[in-house]
């Protein structure tokens, strides 16, 4: 087999900007791992504080890092990267693909190494001043005084020997992973103050509620309560004709944006590109907030009730079915778009011959999805004034301390809950599995 | 005699990896001709024949269809002059959760009223057409079914019977028998010929096998790298130019 050119990356850079360019990977490595000695600096401050300062100093201080010793993490993480680069294979290299090499892809000594360590100091200044004029293969300065080379290993993959690898633990990186996934574990469980004690020694405390949530109360299942003008069964199918409408007004709406959110529609002008960015910005924003979210908007605006539930609802589902829909139009088979349009069809037959066809089966079920999703949604969203079935849910919880049986209550509403979204998960999975 | 196609120093930059595709092509066709386009893989063949129909827009150079200037058409106009150019793929195309009534009935959405196709309703003469040409490439009786699931063979004379349609005066063909069994690929072979000699559609197709533009072209034009490096008669291909054209380790195979 002919020996494959070399990759057009290792060409000589010539102007500043390509300069730049290559240097690219080797500043992002250096950077990664600027960041990860400070988390590791962070880390040790919070855990010092936690274990230390809060118990034997002053119970109600936070230890804090005074203005003058700012500079001193700030240059000590920064050196703590410079020697990880230097002296071993840190996260930010093997993430980048980058490793330092000796003359003829050897190993460097360890006197190579302190060299390019110290000369790194002096790199910075030196370069600044003399970027424009600079190294012709792009290298810095202490790459040259040190004769070792920060590389790009996809690029001489070809050329290097075969070298068994050490064990991960025995490596910088390795052993850098570990310490930053232990001490983000630990970390969280402290800030998120988890508490296995207080869970199994209080668990008795819970025992009335499950009791009561086991023997629910079906009173009024069908029979409206006097108090709340309701019944469970009228609950719960406001829930259900919330969830639906919602998804079918999302649905409807979502169906012609998606059209333009998808790159391989729109990305044929320059209009074309903007519509898309604006198109999948909505997207983007609208799905990150929770429909409970919209609730609380549309609470105010339309009133308490589930017709502000359903506008949360629909809001969401146009988001987030535009989205998904979107990505499913981008990975449809082109072939067809191309023959269509080589008969001389308009843009939007291609659409209407050659997108829709492909797409239906799993907008359907996207759809469908999205109703199990507005379902359980349409539950609890009546927490911050959106109707449904969790209206009655929290009034129950509410009247524990009037009524002796609201805990039962509470119970039945639990049950049939479980019992609706379970039976329409179901129903949508199996029709799912018939169209796709 | 006015050149049916022209092409002049038809030029295609991919911007992406700055890759030259076609490097200044220029050729002609005359009417009724037989044009088979050969050359590796990557050659730019399937570039060609797009830029010819501004499926891919052609980063310099021109083409002349029947007088008129293809590269500087309006969106209207390009839209007129591809329904006298029809095309089929290597890979066929069709629409596959469609029906094979409604693969065929596409290839007259460019003549039909828009309103209509709007609504998936099509013309009772283009209907019959369509039965018509299901008849001619012989699977009549396909007509409902859909599209994925009919054989290789079968979806390529699908795409033969959409692009009968169009009434062409032009076929290209973009590797019409590279995913077909040899059996099959002279089968669908003789259907382009039939359209070119009995029709008068003058067909562009690129193919893979030297034996196949041998059998079926009345001329053949070679490419390599994007360029043009043989013109000529069928018969004209030696050795030598063989090796020129497919590389020095190539061998040539038959498809009986």
């Known amino acids: 087999m002919a020996k494959r050119p070399r990759k057009s990356r290792s060409a000589k850079p010539d102007t500043f900007l390509q300069r730049v360019a290559a240097l690219k990977p080797r500043l992002y490595a250096f950077l990664l791992d600027w960041g990860s000695w400070g988390y590791i600096a962070y880390c040790f401050m919070y855990l010092l504080n936690r274990y230390w300062y809060v118990r034997h100093v002053n119970f109600y201080g936070t230890l804090a890092v005074p203005a003058w010793a700012w500079p001193i993490v700030v240059v000590g993480t920064l050196e703590l990267a410079v020697l990880s680069h230097a002296f071993g294979h840190s996260v930010g290299l093997s993430l980048f693909g980058l490793k330092l090499f000796g003359p003829d892809y050897r190993a460097s000594s360890w006197q190579v190494r302190l060299r390019r360590y110290l000369w790194w100091h002096l790199a910075l200044p030196l370069q600044a001043l003399s970027l424009r004029k600079a190294h012709p293969k792009g290298l810095l300065v202490h790459d040259v005084r040190s004769e070792s080379r920060m590389l790009v290993v996809a690029d001489i993959q070809e050329e290097l020997p075969v070298v068994k690898p050490r064990k991960w633990y025995l490596t910088h990186r390795g052993l850098m992973t570990v310490a930053l996934i232990g001490l983000t574990f630990w970390l969280g469980w402290m800030t998120t103050q988890i508490n296995l004690?207080?869970?199994?020694?209080?668990?008795?405390?819970?025992?009335?509620?499950?009791?009561?949530?086991?023997?629910?109360d079906f009173e009024h299942f069908v029979t409206?309560?006097?108090?709340?003008?309701?019944?469970?069964?009228?609950?719960?199918?406001?829930?259900?004709?919330?969830?639906l409408l919602a998804t079918l007004l999302g649905g409807v709406i979502a169906f012609p944006l998606s059209f333009l959110g998808a790159r391989n529609i729109m990305g044929f002008s320059r209009a074309g590109w903007l519509v898309f960015s604006l198109t999948r910005g909505f997207f983007n924003i609208f799905r990150s907030i929770e429909s409970i979210l919209w609730a609380v908007v549309f609470a105010v605006w339309v009133g308490f009730g589930p017709f502000a539930g359903v506008l949360a609802l629909t809001l969401h589902t146009i988001a987030a079915l535009g989205k998904l829909y979107s990505e499913q139009v981008e990975s449809i088979d082109p072939g067809p778009l191309e023959a269509i349009a080589a008969t001389g069809a308009r843009r939007w037959q291609v659409v209407l011959y050659g997108v829709i066809p492909q797409i239906v089966p799993s907008y359907l079920a996207f759809t469908l999805y999205r109703w199990d999703i507005n379902v359980r949604m349409s539950t609890v969203i009546a927490l911050v004034g959106g109707g449904g079935i969790g209206r009655i849910l929290f009034y129950y919880k509410n009247e524990v301390g009037r009524l002796s049986n609201a805990w039962n209550q509470v119970g039945a509403v639990i049950v049939v809950i479980v019992a609706v979204v379970w039976f329409l998960d179901y129903i949508s999975g199996r029709i799912r599995e018939k169209i796709t | 005699m006015t050149k049916h196609l022209i092409v002049e120093h038809l030029t295609k930059i991919y911007e992406r990896g700055e890759v030259l595709a076609l490097d200044d092509v220029s050729f002609s066709v005359e009417k009724g001709e037989f044009l088979v386009l050969i050359g590796l893989s990557g050659s730019g063949k399937s570039t060609l024949l797009r830029c010819i129909n501004r499926l891919i827009e052609p980063t310099a150079g021109r083409v002349v269809f029947d007088g008129i200037d293809v590269t500087a058409a309006s969106s209207r106009e390009l839209r007129r002059l591809r329904r006298r150019i029809a095309m089929i793929f290597q890979q066929f195309n069709l629409v596959k959760r469609s029906s094979v009534l409604t693969n065929v009935l596409s290839g007259r959405l460019g003549y039909v009223n828009p309103g209509a196709s709007a609504i998936h309703k099509f013309p009772k003469q283009d209907v019959e057409m369509a039965t018509v040409n299901l008849e001619r490439v012989g699977i009549p009786e396909q007509a409902y079914k859909r599209a994925d699931e009919l054989s290789g063979g079968q979806q390529q004379r699908v795409g033969i019977a959409r692009a009968l349609m169009q009434k062409p005066d032009l076929l290209m063909a973009d590797e019409p028998v590279s995913a077909l069994d040899p059996a099959t690929s002279h089968s669908v072979m003789q259907y382009l010929e039939q359209m070119n000699r009995e029709d008068g559609v003058t067909v562009l197709a690129s193919l893979h096998f030297l034996s196949l533009a041998r059998?079926?072209?009345?001329?053949?034009?070679?490419?390599?790298?994007?360029?043009?490096?043989?013109?000529?008669?069928?018969?004209?291909?030696?050795?030598?130019?063989?090796?020129?054209?497919?590389?020095?380790e190539a061998e040539e195979v038959e498809v009986r």
Request: charged share 25%; proline share 5%; glycine share 12%.
């Open chain 2, 215 to 248: 059998r079926y072209g009345s001329r053949i034009l070679a490419l390599k790298d994007g360029k043009i490096v043989f013109e000529g008669l069928p018969a004209e291909i030696d050795e030598g130019k063989f090796k020129e054209i497919y590389g020095e």
């Open chain 1, 224 to 243: 409206p309560d006097p108090q709340l003008r309701d019944s469970i069964m009228g609950g719960i199918l406001e829930s259900i004709y919330m969830a």
């Open chain 1, 197 to 216: 004690g207080t869970l199994f020694g209080r668990a008795s405390k819970s025992a009335y509620l499950w009791k009561a949530l086991v023997t629910p």
